[in-house]
């Protein structure tokens, strides 16, 4: 195991020893475009209160506009974010070689890594992520093998947590759009399936020619994003640019994903997201990655189409997608669209014209 470190070593650097930026994490020219500033209140990512009685009308209007947006009032306990956080910070901190007794395997989903999307980029990125799917416990046993089971049991009551408020988030959504869950039969409890991303963005000696996480969508229906009060995640709104999605205390950021942008039959973009890195701060997020069991197959909700609104996406199931995403990338919305756009150009949501770092 000891030989293959030096191997690695140009993809798995620990960054938190690093004083200056390695070229092969050098991105040559960033876009640092600004919010649009031409107007006296600029383009701020909508703040929703889950307990206000129009909470189902501001979460379709997020959805549609803009793709992102954050929730107060949610439900999940603060102390658990805290814990979390916490576990993540755990993780993070372990020395390197440690943290590479849990290294993903070439074709694995599981453990510890480098951005999967690094692949699609000819520099490395500035973070480094653990990926849980199903039980943490065979990956956290190589960590801590004789104090695994705290670890454990907070990613298991955390994943709880987060699986009840993407049940009631997916109410919402799917209500604002005149659909019920009723409509859509395997969003009940047991019927969907989901992943948890830990990502570590550690102080850079040179943020502006660094990428935290170059611009991606998600391939979920929705992602559930809690940051620590480190600024760094921005999103890309048309007509606007890149907007700062700035740490509110208590808030969780939530994303449209490729499967429900699908599933709107194109009504709600899965938003464009990216991650920029800080000087002097450490950033951690956790991304809980809600879909659909993964043989079930997304397609545009039939209450959403008929002969002036045909289906704009052929049937696709989460695994299918996950491969075509990990072949097209960011082009994999394309890859699934029935109707060709009027214009002729591709899928808009695919952002090809976007600057992506």
Partial sequence: MHKRYPMINHKYLDLTSMKELPESHAWLSLDHELPSHNSSTPDQVPVINLKDPNAIKLVGHACKTWGVFQVTNHGVPINLLQQME???????????????????????????GVARISAFFPKLMWSEGFTIVGS???????????????????????KEEMNKLAQKLMSLMLGSLGVTMDDVKWASLQGSSAALQLNSYPACPDPDRAMGLAAHTDSTLLTILHQNNTSGLQAHKEGTGWVTVPPIPGALVINVGDLLHILSNGLYPSVLHRAMVNRTQHRLSVAYLYGPPSNVEISPLSKLTDQVHPPLYRA?????????????FNKALSSVRLCGPLNGFADTNDHNGVQVG
């Fill in 136 to 158: 943490p416990y065979e990956h956290a046993r190589k960590l801590w093998p004789n104090r695994y089971s705290r670890f454990c049991d907070v990613i298991e009551e955390y």
């Fill in 86 to 112: 916490a576990a993540g910070r755990k993780l993070f901190a372990l020395p390197m070689q440690q943290k590479l007794k849990a290294a993903r395997s070439p074709n694995g989903v599981s453990g510890y």
């Fill in 316 to 328: 696709v199931t989460w695994s299918e997608y996950l491969g075509t995403k990990a072949k097209h």
